[in-house]
């Protein structure tokens, strides 16, 4: 609600809260001036909306109008109510509330679009935790096959041993036995070679379940970003009409 006065044209740039009172001028008199808290406000050469009231002597009604007239602040009695002239600052509340209306429009879109992002985030969180969950399970299962061709290599490896035993004790056989003996070391190498190969295919698969689980982590992050952002979005949207409504 505006109150009577005028404004101080002297008075320098300084911060203003969301509706300050300028300062007064010489009449004593001052008037609210609507400023948003992120901008810088200075009182303008005339106040935005300045209502007169002016009382005549006979006590017939008042009179309100949009005047820049210092000769109408502190009337005397049989004061004419002067003719409200056009003035250019009724155009530049109106400006100013359809600013005020625009913002908490993009205010709005910002809040739908940051819900939008993190039903998105949240979609690929979950995707992530399943990937994380299958790399696992290869993992495991890569891991049993190298622990079981591990197995096979010890046991080749053994009976190895044993033809060479048998090769050593039985001189009539010693050549056969030798010749079986290393067809058996082969086998028992390839044996080896696939244990290694199984054991790195492991490995692999255990990096990949931790990517995916960096991966997820990541994404609950972008989540729990695009939630703040929607909550201060929200809180923009809200200010916006607060602010509106006191206007």
């Known amino acids: 609600m505006a109150r009577n006065g005028l404004p101080d044209e002297t008075h320098g740039r300084v911060e203003w809260p969301e509706t300050t009172i300028c300062p007064t001028n010489a009449a004593g008199l001052g008037f609210e001036y609507p400023c948003r808290p992120d901008e810088s406000c200075q009182c303008p050469s005339l106040p935005l909306v300045y209502?007169?009231?002016?009382?005549?002597?006979?006590?017939?009604?008042?009179?309100?109008?949009l005047t820049p007239s210092a000769t109408i602040a502190c009337p005397a009695p049989n004061v004419t109510c002067p003719a409200a002239p056009a003035s250019s600052n009724t155009i530049k509340i109106n400006e100013w509330m359809e600013k005020l209306k625009a913002d908490a429009e993009k205010a709005k879109t910002g809040s739908e679009k940051a819900k939008t992002d993190a039903e998105?985030?949240?979609t690929d969180a979950e995707k992530a935790k399943t990937d994380a969950e299958t790399a696992a399970n290869n993992a495991t299962t890569a891991t049993a096959n190298a622990q079981a061709a591990t197995s096979i290599a010890q046991t080749a490896m053994v009976n190895t041993q044993a033809a060479a035993s048998e090769a050593r004790t039985s001189s009539s056989h010693i050549q056969t036995a030798a010749a079986d003996a290393r067809a058996m070391a082969g086998d028992a190498?390839?044996?080896?070679?696939?244990?290694?190969?199984?054991?790195?295919?492991?490995?692999?698969?255990?990096?990949?379940?931790?990517d995916a689980v960096g991966r997820a982590q990541d994404a609950a992050s972008k989540a729990q970003d695009a939630v703040g952002r929607a909550q201060d979005a929200a809180n923009a949207v809200n200010n916006a009409?607060?602010?509106?409504?006191a206007l």
């Not at 044996?191 to 295919?201: Q, S």
């Not at 490995?203 to 931790?210: L, V």
């Open 51 to 65: 209502t007169v009231t002016v009382t005549n002597s006979d006590g017939t009604g008042t009179c309100a109008s």
């Open 120 to 122: 998105k985030a949240k």
């Open 189 to 210: 190498r390839t044996a080896m070679l696939k244990a290694e190969d199984a054991a790195g295919r492991a490995q692999d698969a255990a990096s990949k379940a931790q």
């Open 241 to 245: 009409s607060q602010l509106a409504r």
